[in-house]
């Protein structure tokens, strides 16, 4: 410890000099205010000891300049004054000084004081160091909360949003919020929407939805099939995230041609279907543990199915709005959440639920994050989203160069195990085929496919798909069958040609089945009295420049325009 | 209502009994509970009560997954005892059923 003597008899200074030195501490000197000043800017000191009156600057005047100089420690001063008036000694405490003793000094009684106000300087530098480690705990905490915040907000991709079908509300309970809502479409068009709950709440759970994200993206964008998609997004979470950790997650995807929705619910609270009069028409339980909880093998990936018959909407929401609690800790309830749907689309449903739950949870802590999503379903196929029709032409295709071929002749091992569509598609990017034609070929090729997988090798019935409640029936069949196919084979050949100094892609599907009676589907389909089947094949018609049945029907070939 | 964990192990049998709202607030002494059970030879059966729990939170569901994977590694078998109702719906919810054994 470093003491400033301040005094000015040399007598004194010597003194209580050696008397320090003695103790074993350093000493600085100064044999008046002004010269205390310097000194204690220059050495720095620990403490001081302070003569009152002294010539050019006395002790009060010296210690307020000091008090104002330095605040950033605290030195205690120590006054030592001939003066026994109390008046005299307020007047010291009030300059700045913190303990005043009287001359001649009691040396004793001198190093008790000094070892008292050490004991204090220590605590306040303690203090104070605290403060500044805390200061830069926070200052560093602001920073990585905006560098996650920034990462966050690019990366759940809002120019993806699809405001017309999709409205959602996200209400964190901290500063992130570990439910996303996000959407992205198939390249056949199908809409594919994500509702993802990660364990808890703030930072941890922002975090932990991230490697859902990414993966959900690019392989709806890719045409992975909605159990895919699950599969590996569970594969993920479970990879990367420790074992008390999970995501509850709700993934929809809507084909808008066939009307159909297909559903993977695991740990999230009830899906329902709302018609546009209120009635909940379908109600889609949690019917697998979260993401991220069983292994891939233990893991089902295997969505509900429904298929809408009037106009409604899909609802969902995380586990945080029926459990949000009010200020006497009662729950949002289930019961009310569905009493607030039961009101007619059109009259401001969303808005209802969302301003009841803020009503409910006003002055009450909000413990878990918040989120609600509608779809809208309807029977119109105006928002379908952007197809357009290419123009069919009667020239003739059957000459032609060709610029490149790729031929693919799948077994039943491989028809199980693939998910076909996104591989082919992925062989297609890479040989350029360009991306406004891509949502267009995926159409063709998945059409054609299935119908070959469907009807030539697991012999399904469309007549099932007549029956409104028959496709759900026909997904379990297909299903079924699939899981217990052993063989048969599905050919594919896309090929590019040139034909007539036109750009052309020809796409074969050929399946090791019966064949089908396809003139017959498709008057019936033109007449129609089939709404349910057929539909796609109406469509790779008006999409295809060129569709024609070969053999006994099990072999489609399809001629699409590139541009 | 406070919280509370305590357990008890009688020869091959452990007890571990929850109270209150089961949420992460009490995962040290969730912690230091199952550690004293998992370290003590002999312990191969776990029932979990949780007919004191009037709330239970998706961290409390990771918790449960945690103590099922290390009893698993000490081939203890695990079960839930008792959930009250409002538990019960948010286990089934987050299909437990098929990870725990649940009576």
Redesign the interface.
């Given at each position: 410890m470093k003491i400033l003597v301040v005094d000015d008899s040399p007598e004194n200074l010597v003194l209580l000099k050696q008397h320090f030195i003695g103790l074993g501490y350093e000493t600085l000197s100064a044999r008046n205010g002004a010269e205390a000043v310097t000194a204690y800017q220059e050495g720095q000191p620990d403490l001081v000891i302070m003569d009152v009156e002294m010539p050019v600057m006395n002790g009060y005047q010296a210690t307020a300049r000091i008090r104002h100089i330095d605040h950033r420690r605290w030195v205690p001063i120590l006054f030592l004054s001939t003066n026994t008036d109390d008046s005299e000694r307020t007047k010291g405490l009030e300059a700045g000084g913190d303990d005043y003793l009287i001359k001649p000094v009691n040396l004793f009684l001198l190093n008790n004081k000094i070892l008292a106000l050490r004991r204090v300087a220590d605590m306040q530098d303690q203090v104070a160091r605290y403060a500044r480690q805390l200061q830069a705990n926070l200052e560093q905490n602001r920073d990585e909360r905006l560098l996650a915040r920034y990462l966050l907000d690019h990366i759940i991709r809002q120019d993806k949003a699809e405001p017309d079908l999709v409205t959602s509300w996200v209400s964190p309970a901290q500063h992130f919020s570990g439910d996303v809502v996000m959407t992205a479409r198939s390249p056949g068009n199908e809409l594919n929407v994500l509702l993802a709950?990660a364990?808890?709440h703030g930072l941890s759970a922002a975090i932990s939805v991230i490697p859902v994200i990414e993966s959900f993206y690019s392989m709806s964008e890719k045409g992975f099939t909605l159990a895919s998609i699950v599969r590996e997004l569970n594969r993920k979470v479970k990879q990367l995230l420790?074992?008390?950790?999970?995501v509850?997650a709700v993934v929809i995807s809507i084909d808008f041609t066939n009307r159909t929705i297909r559903v993977w619910n695991?740990?999230?609270?009830e899906v329902f279907f709302v018609n546009d009069g209120g009635d909940i028409l379908r109600t889609w339980?949690?019917?697998?543990?979260?993401l991220g909880?069983?292994s891939d093998r233990e893991f089902d990936s295997v969505p509900q199915f429904f298929n809408w018959q009037e106009s409604g909407e899909v609802v969902m929401c995380s586990?945080g709005l029926p459990?949000a609690e009010d200020s006497n800790k009662i729950p949002f309830s289930m019961t009310q959440f569905k009493r607030l749907l039961g009101r007619p689309y059109g009259t401001g449903r969303f808005n209802l639920v969302k301003d009841s739950l803020k009503a409910h949870i006003e002055g009450a802590q909000q413990?878990?994050d918040i989120s609600l999503v509608t779809v809208r379903c309807c029977m119109e196929t105006a928002l379908m989203g952007p197809v357009e029709e290419s123009k069919p032409s009667l020239q003739s295709v059957n000459t032609g160069h060709s610029c490149w071929r790729l031929n693919l002749c799948l077994g039943a091992e491989e028809i199980k195990r693939l998910d076909v569509l996104p591989l082919i598609m992925n062989w297609l990017d890479q040989l350029h085929i360009g991306a406004h034609n891509r949502g267009q070929a995926f159409l063709v090729l998945s059409e054609l496919f299935n119908n070959a997988l469907d009807h030539g090798i697991l012999k399904l019935d469309s007549q099932f798909k007549q029956d409104p409640n028959g496709f759900e029936q026909y997904i379990e069949l297909r299903e079924a069958r699939l899981t217990a196919l052993t063989e048969g084979t599905v050919e594919v050949e896309m090929e590019r040609l040139n034909i007539e100094g036109q750009d052309r892609l020809s796409i074969r599907v050929k399946d090791s089945g019966p064949g089908f009676d396809y003139l017959g589907m498709i008057a019936k389909r033109e007449s129609a009295q089939d709404q349910y089947s057929g539909r796609g094949i109406m469509l790779v018609k008006q999409l295809c420049i060129n569709l024609e049945y070969l053999g006994n029907g099990n072999e489609a070939s399809a001629i699409f325009a590139l541009d | 209502m406070a919280s509370t964990v305590s357990s008890r192990i009688n020869d091959n049998k452990a007890l571990l009994s929850l109270n209150g709202r089961f949420d992460?607030s009490i995962h040290r002494d969730f912690r230091s509970n199952y550690e004293t059970i998992l370290n003590t030879v002999g312990v191969n059966e776990l029932d979990v009560d949780l007919n004191g729990v009037d709330y239970i939170?998706?961290?409390a569901?990771?918790?449960l997954?945690?103590l099922r994977?290390k009893a698993t590694a000490k081939n203890i078998k695990m079960t839930l005892l008792n959930p009250k109702d409002s538990v019960r719906q948010?286990l089934?919810?987050?299909?437990?059923g098929?990870?725990f054994s649940i009576t």
């Open positions: 709950d364990t808890g420790p074992i008390d950790r999970f509850a695991g740990g999230a609270p339980q949690s019917t697998h543990p979260a909880i069983l586990d459990e413990l878990d | 992460f939170d998706s961290s569901l990771g918790m997954l945690l994977e948010v089934e919810v987050a299909n437990f098929r990870l």
